[in-house]
Nanobody, 121 residues
Framework: QVQLVESGGGLVQAGGSLRLSCAAS????????MGWYRQAPGKQRELVAE????????YADSVKGRFTISRDNAKNTVWYLQMNNLKPEDTAVYYC??????????????WGRGTQVTVSS
């Protein structure tokens, strides 16, 4: 069974930076994509950024040029979200996500518990 552990959230002033980390453990076997999503109060969860097994990346328009998703090359089961020039509207609970195939080639789609990011103006 795949499990995710997130870290790195917190409180930061507008214009500041934070880096989120997510580590997957268990039978990841073959990862298709790793991503970060966020959910602000009263809003739906939205994709922030994702990186595929082939290292293609995709970003929400609102974070392009400010956020960078990356994967640890030594540990393919660890990925990061570097967030620069943070804005109050980036305030949300951030969730990491991984999807792929595990033992028996069964598909999985796993979410972390979430980490709070608060940006003060």
């Amino acid at each position: 069974q795949v499990q995710l552990v997130e870290s790195g959230g917190g409180l930061v002033q507008a214009g500041g930076s934070l880096r989120l980390s997510c580590a997957a453990s268990g039978s990841t076997f073959s990862i298709d994509a790793m991503g970060w999503y966020r959910q602000a109060p009263g809003k739906q969860r939205e994709l922030v950024a994702e990186i595929t097994s082939g290292s293609s990346t995709n970003y929400a328009d609102s974070v392009k040029g400010r956020f960078t998703i990356s994967r640890d090359n030594a540990k393919n089961t660890v990925w990061y979200l570097q967030m620069n020039n943070l804005k109050p509207e980036d305030t949300a609970v951030y969730y990491c996500n991984v999807n792929g195939r595990g033992k028996g080639w069964a598909r999985y789609d796993i979410w972390g518990r979430g980490t709070q990011v608060t940006v003060s103006s």
